[in-house]
């Protein structure tokens, strides 16, 4: 059997096979979503397909809406073409469950898969058409944090954002100049309510995609390419507004096993692809179940009613304390610690690092030890039970192919945030010191040993993607297994990429002899994570 609109008819091989169907008519639902389309989704890869289509196809399911979600991708336009045409825009998503059980369901949710290239006429005058419908409720996001980016750690703007700005509003390519021409749009056909929600991974999503919008507006303004009155618009929260989000899911890249598992259930065509920009996705997506999105209810001109299917909607000042937990304490730390680790290690997968003793006290250290001392706890989620539930449930999910080279993507766009801010709490507490911490230095010492690119074993291997490893490396190419010297200033003293100087706060030093212990020899990461974890 193979996944398409066609094939869902066939309602008793699928139960066979253990799949849920949808429980509502797929071809009436896009042909009201095209027609009147109310939400709009940027970023057509995992996390979406398996979280946040998921959770509207339960309104769908139940009767609570009619109307699906249409999905535009602005960075790999693979993903639209390979996985999203060739299968009527439908996903098999597998939750991975603690108990070894893969428990399956299609979800129809996704109307309509649009590249979002403004350069070609057909996906630009639809996306135009959709952002001119007056009942357009929602555009959302998962495009990772560097999309929201205009700038790099030096705090110049990119060369591409420049020439979007330069260049106005007729073929931007950066996805902010990209959603900020189309609500130029809007705002010329009727300057109707829309509210633009960030549901990525990153510490206040809401602002930052504000911030770069109004970035993009202000200087095609100053250009004379918009009028003064579209920044008013943009900036009017009875028009438009930015809540801020919190999502809490693992989507990693299509697993093996589940790959088998369909195949032995004779579910045809589920091979994965790696696309030319190095996505890594396939018609299913494989999930672990534990999920959480915390949204500011802040919305101008309606929304579904998602809290119906587990969606938490709360105040501004709760979902920034949920977030704030998350991303700078309870979860996010503990990730990159485990990726920059386990890369040096030799682990390929995120639970066979919980089997690491020494790896699970790092964890352990800069979650319960040195992360709760200033927690900011949200009332309605436990700090410390939800550190258990991602230690001891979570990350320890055997089920679940989470590799530490995929969370170790980007990490001079997360340190800031991951670590930093805990820096920055015990910098600011009567009680705390900075220099007292441990285990996250110990974390910042073994990112920086992990861009060498030599393993524990002295082993060469690639880094995984990240916008500023040509600048970082060049810092530290002269550094040699052995050397008893380090030079790390231009990079722990750079507070644009941990949102301090390091030294000011008493951990340069203290990072420099950590990684100059850790390229001692063979085994000296290891080693040294021994020696300051006891």
Not at 206 to 222: F, H, N, P
Not at 328 to 345: D, R
Request: net charge negative; proline share 4%; glycine share 6%.
């Amino acid at each position: 059997m193979k996944m398409n609109k066609s094939e869902l008819k066939n309602n008793q091989i699928w139960q066979k096979a253990g799949v849920e169907l949808p429980q509502f008519d797929v071809d009436a639902m896009v042909e009201k979503t095209k027609s009147n389309p109310k939400w709009l989704h940027f970023g057509a890869g995992n996390i979406f397909r398996g979280f946040v289509g998921s959770a509207q196809q339960t309104l769908l399911n139940e009767d609570i809406d009619d109307i699906g979600i249409i999905a535009a991708e602005s960075f790999d336009f693979e993903i639209i073409e390979k996985i999203y045409d060739p299968y009527d825009n439908l996903t098999l998503l597998v939750t991975m469950k603690p108990s070894g059980v893969f428990e399956k369901k299609i979800v129809a949710s996704i109307a309509e898969g649009i590249a979002a290239n403004l350069n070609d006429e057909k996906s630009k005058t639809r996306l135009v058409e959709i952002f001119k419908n007056k009942n357009l409720q929602i555009v959302s996001f998962t495009i990772t944090e560097k999309g929201y980016a205009l700038k790099d750690a030096s705090g110049d703007m990119f060369s591409f954002v420049a020439d979007d700005i330069e260049n106005g509003i007729k073929s931007p390519k950066h996805t902010m100049s990209i959603i900020t021409s189309l609500l130029y749009e809007r705002y010329k056909n009727g300057a109707w309510p829309l509210t633009l929600v960030s549901m990525d991974n990153c510490s206040h999503n809401g602002d930052k995609l504000k911030e770069a919008v109004i970035t993009v507006a202000r200087g095609w303004s100053q250009k004379g390419y918009v009028e003064k009155e579209f920044l008013t618009y943009l900036e009017d929260e009875s028009k438009i507004t930015f809540p801020l989000s919190m999502i809490d899911k693992i989507t990693p890249r299509p697993s093996e096993d589940v790959f088998k598992h369909l195949s032995d259930l004779e579910i045809e065509g589920m091979d994965s692809v790696i696309t030319s920009k190095n996505t890594y996705i396939a018609p299913f997506v494989n999930a672990e179940e534990t999920e959480y999105l915390v949204i500011e209810d802040k919305f101008t001109n309606g929304r579904p009613a998602l809290e119906k299917s587990g969606i938490i909607f709360t105040d501004r000042n709760t979902v920034n304390m949920i977030e704030t937990m998350k991303v700078t304490t309870c979860l996010n730390p503990l990730h990159t610690a485990l990726a920059v680790t386990g890369c040096l290690l030799g682990h390929t997968l995120i639970s066979e690092e919980m089997k690491d003793s020494t790896l699970k006290k790092l964890v352990e250290k800069i979650g319960y030890d040195e992360g709760l001392k200033v927690v900011v706890d949200p009332g309605i989620i436990n700090p410390k039970d939800f550190i258990d539930e991602v230690i001891n449930q979570r990350f320890a999910n055997p089920f679940v192919p989470d590799a530490p080279q995929r969370i170790a993507t980007d990490t001079s766009q997360k340190v800031g945030i991951r670590f930093g801010e805990t820096i920055k709490s015990y910098q600011t507490s009567k009680e705390l010191s900075p220099a007292n911490l441990v285990g996250i230095p110990l974390a910042i010492a073994a990112w920086l040993r992990y861009l060498i690119g030599i393993d524990d074993e002295g082993n060469e291997f690639t880094i995984s993607p990240d916008p500023m490893a040509d600048e970082l490396q060049d810092v530290l190419k002269d550094i040699e297994i052995g050397d008893n010297k380090v030079e790390l200033k231009p990079i722990l003293s750079n507070a644009a990429i941990f949102g301090v100087d390091l030294y000011q706060v008493g951990l340069g030093n203290k990072i420099e002899d950590m990684v100059v212990e850790m390229i001692s020899g063979k085994g000296a990461v290891r080693s040294t994570l021994d020696k300051y974890l006891g």
